[in-house]
């Protein structure tokens, strides 16, 4: 079973910083992307950032400059840093992923979301 389990959520205040982790496990074979999505109650997950298995990197236009979405050296994990963060950056912070496993699956794997608060 493929799993994602986000960490490092939290409160900070408006101007601060935090540094989200994904890490994957499970029969994983190769990643074709991860990501970062967000959610805040009544509206659509969106896309913050997301990274390739080619390295291509794509951001929302909110958070360019202010986030950088990165690979760990094992590969099999993920991060999202976020300086400046502002009010609206609160929501639940989602790591997805887009891989292959050693069964020959394809599969669309989302973690549980972890919580970013910001205050004004």
């Known amino acids: 079973q493929v799993q994602l389990v986000e960490s490092g959520g939290g409160l900070v205040q408006a101007g601060g910083s935090l540094r989200l982790s994904c890490a994957a496990s499970?029969?994983?074979?190769?990643?074709?992307?991860m990501a970062w999505y967000r959610q805040t109650p009544g509206k659509q997950r969106e896309l913050v950032a997301a990274?390739?298995?080619?390295?291509?990197?794509d951001y929302a236009e909110s958070v360019k400059g202010r986030f950088t979405i990165s690979r760990g050296n094992a590969e099999n994990s993920v991060y999202l840093q976020m300086n400046s963060l502002k009010p609206e950056d609160t929501a639940v912070y989602y790591c997805?992923?887009?891989?292959?496993?050693?069964?020959?699956?394809?599969?669309?794997?989302w973690g549980q979301g972890t919580l970013v608060t910001v205050s004004s």
């Open positions: 997805n992923s887009v891989l292959s496993t050693h069964l020959g699956r394809y599969l669309d794997v």
């Open positions: 499970g029969s994983i074979l190769s990643f074709n992307t």
């Open positions: 990274i390739s298995n080619r390295g291509i990197i």
